[in-house]
């Protein structure tokens, strides 16, 4: 009888590791797109010089620094791209804190300097100089 038992449940355990289960779902695939209405925008550049100094750091993991700061084109992952970006800010909207516009810095041009002690903490401060340009037109 135990001899039995032990041949089917071994059968039973062959037939179960050989049997195979498909699933029927399927993940549903879409190509969603954004389409603008805007065509090609074309700058002014002005003879206006703009400078704005901006930093990022931290003190003990708290991070210290820059709350406002523009992200077009600079990449803001790091403390030094933070740094960088706070500078543009400040360069272009300084003087009008919340502000936000279509201005940019035509060769934008920078100076990084990085200060501080390890683990304890470390301050990253860009410095931006550069030509602010404007929106001449937008052709569709």
Do not use: H
């Amino acid at each position: 009888m135990k001899r039995k038992l032990t041949i089917a449940l071994s059968l039973l355990t062959i037939i179960a590791a050989c049997s195979s289960s498909t699933s029927t779902n399927q993940m549903v695939t879409a190509n969603y797109g954004l389409q603008a209405n805007i065509g090609k925008v074309n700058y002014k550049i002005t003879n206006e010089l703009v400078t704005g100094k901006g930093c990022s750091g931290f003190f003990l993991i708290i991070p210290t620094g820059a709350t406002e700061y523009v992200g077009a084109g600079i990449d803001t992952r790091t403390r030094e791209g933070k740094a960088k970006a706070a500078a543009v800010y400040n360069a272009l909207y300084g003087d009008k804190p919340g502000q936000l516009g279509m201005d940019i810095i035509a060769q934008p041009q920078f100076r990084v300097d990085s200060t501080g002690i390890p683990i304890i903490g470390k301050q990253v401060c860009a410095t931006v100089i550069g030509y602010r340009a404007v929106i001449a037109n937008i052709s569709n």
